[in-house]
């Protein structure tokens, strides 16, 4: 403080730190501004969603409905039957609708939601007399996937798609004999004596293999009533008709299990006479398919957490 212009010199550091300081505020600032925005935004995506897949509004004129089928079917997965009798029925109800195109991708899945989309179709066809409804396979139709196609008037296919494996089945794996060798100890207490039915981790039930199969016989007795049901007198059976194989488009053509081969734009264009396709087919949007996965991963943590401490 002896030095000359020493009172200059702290009035020049006190400024510069001063305006420093600003500066922090100033970033400090942007950033909770983008911050915020960006969670307001979130905030109306999760409300309004993105991608949405909603189909364009009805003008009257004629065309050809699409309602695809891409993937596994299950009340869970991307094509459930919630959203798909959604778009049947849009289709079905819209005037301009000349006749409907299920385009299939599928490899199967539920037995349950395969069922109830036949079951719809079958009824949407006998209200709307008029609309034929047409199955158009790409790549595959298997299991439930032909359990759904069946409830079309006519299946087309290319010659080297994948379609059959009309069988149920149901898997697993057993670790009794791992366990042995690591010296882990099975405790298991169930209230009733099949309370524990086909436990991995327990040696396998006779009795309970047996009801297995038998349950499997019985829902797979339900597919060979709905292929008959659906395909009639086309179907030209054998014994491995319903024992789970696969055949190609081409090959499928011969058995009666599909009609011919086509494709979306020509079944519209050919047999429908509606060039014009639109698309009814529902979508998750972006907030659905959120929620559903961070909702599978809270619970998963939440499981996990409790197994690793244990209720408190």
Known sequence: MNEPGWERKLVEQLAFESLKEQRRR???????????????????MMVWGWDRGEVATSDGAAHTALVQLDGVIGGGDEVNAEQV??????????????????????????????????????????KHANVPVYAV?????????????????????????????IGV??????????????????????????????????????????FARQMLGEIHQQFIDVVRKGRGPRLKESPETFSGLVWTGAKSIELGLTDGFGTVDTVARDIIKAEDIRDYTQRQNFAERFAKRFGAETANGFLGAVERFGWK
């Open 26 to 44: 100033r970033r400090w600032s942007i950033f909770f501004k983008i911050l915020g925005f960006g969670y307001v935004g979130f905030i109306l």
């Open 85 to 126: 009798i959604l778009a049947l029925q849009a289709a079905f109800d819209d005037a301009g609708t000349r006749g409907v195109v299920l385009r299939i991708n599928s490899p199967g899945g539920s037995p349950v939601q395969a069922g109830m989309i036949n079951d719809e179709i079958r009824r949407l066809r006998a």
């Open 137 to 165: 396979v790409e790549d595959i139709c298997a299991s439930g996937g032909y359990y759904v196609a069946v409830a079309a008037d006519k299946i087309f296919v290319d010659k080297a798609s994948l379609v059959g494996s």
């Open 169 to 210: 089945r149901m898997d697993g794996f057993g670790f009794t004999e791992a366990m042995q060798k690591l010296g882990v100890e099975r405790r298991l207490l169930t209230a009733g004596e099949n309370k524990g039915f086909l436990d991995p981790f327990s040696p396998q039930d006779p009795k309970q293999q047996d």
